[in-house]
């Protein structure tokens, strides 16, 4: 890290947008607090808890916003690039004649990457001299906290490197196909491949970059300059991988690009028909220490499409939440959404809603959607298999039955598009998010009601339903994609629960006698509610970009025949959502025309 202090600083200080209109006395007196220094690819800027005790500005370069977990993951918050301030919200919310608040946030650097600090005593010296910079600085803390969580163009992803893990792979072709998509979708775009980039100086790439929506590189695996710039120069890596063949561990070192360290980095999986996948998606993930897997089928389509969706920003996640037989309002939710036109591009869920989210991902129709859900939940009573309460009211043989055999041995990384789902893991008292690992043991983690349904046990956790914890799961949806996100909650309002089946209840078998086994017993509501009576029931909904909220109060969590009147209010709760987020819609060229026979 180089550094250099003083007056000599005060040309650079012009040329911060925030600084340019300040009185040239002033900026003499906030140079002699100033500090320029260069900050190299994947070192820290700031650490969360860190006390803030100046304000930086980005020269050239690229930085990152990290939120720091428990866990010791770091959800990616965006990108911080050239002429904007750092560490500006905990420096003010610090006030003037106090320095010990500090940063809840971590900021690494991107790329190599040229930085201006000012202390607290000179940009308090600005302040004074030029009023008008606390209230641009002001204006910038709002955007950023109304972007909270929420897509921004600056933040957003613009440098892609394509990696090419074969030589047999026609790198440029696909790239050029991206770039034909994007240009179509308005988006100014370029690709850059070794020969006109491997040459050109750090000016170049800063002028493509601030002169396109996205520039994208191309580069073959191996250890040569081009490559080793392209990694080191993108906000994000794509791997490109043949799906018949098996990936080198790791294709990726961990110390050769900032995006690795980060895991920023994606797979696509290029298939060039139905040919069976010579290794997991979990393994390529393991190889290039990826977060997404991607699938694309032939050169155009609506695999190209999706890509560059997320490419763009524009792509969208589908959320829906656990809520037993009432979840079958979320197949409504997607059939309007199908007929609207607008594309589902990843998938998540807690509990029943996970179940519908996984049949989305599959790629299934609408049809075949409500064949297998009316065969596994509605024909015959998925909770049937009853026993002498030890650690569940069922067996929970029949629940798995039917999850292997629509679900098969499909892995999540099979599924046609990103997809989670939720469970709580009452090991450690945390929600668990399942990304790996087959479909059916995930979802049958999600939908385990403590009480109803025995526990899974995964490497010594015991997990149980998300709903316990997560039940409405769009925080995880933030972090997976960076699009719009459209979530259909049913979560059951505070509205009272039912008392008439509780008082002097029959024995079971009595109950059975009068009202079957095809419906389950009241247990299973009281066990429902129990599990679940801690959730905000609003929880998480200010994050989703459109909401659908179906009217479906008079719907038990047990009332797994109610089927059609639950899709049906899913279906006209979506549709009057939909007709009234035109904004949203059409800010993220979502709003599509009438389809016309």
Known sequence: MFHSMGLELVPSLKTIPFLKDAPARALRAAGKEAKWFSLKAGSALLEAGETADAIYFVLSGTLGAFRPRESGHMDFLGHIRAGEPVGEMALFSGGREHSSEVHTNSVYALRDTEIMSISRAGFDRLIKAEPEILERLIRVILLRLRQSGRRSARAEPKVFAMIATSPTIDLETRANTLKATLNGMGLRTTVVNQAEGEDKSTAYFDHLEHSNDIVILTAELGDHGWYKLAVRQ???????????????????ARNNSPARQFKLVDVVLLHRGREKLAATPG?????????????WNGQKGRDCQRLARVMSGRSV????SGGGARAFAHIGVVRALRERNIPIDFAGGTSMGAVIAACVAMGWSDAEIERRIRQGFVETNPLGDYTLPVVGLVRGK?????????????????????????????TDGDSHVHRRGYVRHALRASIALPGILPPIIDDGDVLVDGGVLNNFPVDIMQGLHRGVIIGSDVTRQRDGFPADEFIEPPGFIRWAFQNGLRRTPPIASLLMRAATVGVNPKANREHAHICVIPDIAKLELRDWEAYEASVEAGYKSAIETLDASDRVLSENALKQPPVTA
């Open 317 to 320: 996640g589908l959320v829906l």
């Open 234 to 252: 993108a906000d994000r890596i794509w791997i490109m991988g043949r799906a018949d063949a098996v990936p080198s561990d790791p294709i990726l």
């Open 283 to 295: 393994q390529w993930l393991s190889a290039t220490g990826g977060e997404r897997v991607f699938h």
């Open 398 to 426: 029949r629940v798995d039955h039917r999850l292997k055999t629509h679900f098969g041995d499909a892995t999540i990384g099979d599924l046609e598009i990103p997809f989670y789902c939720v469970s709580t893991n009452l």
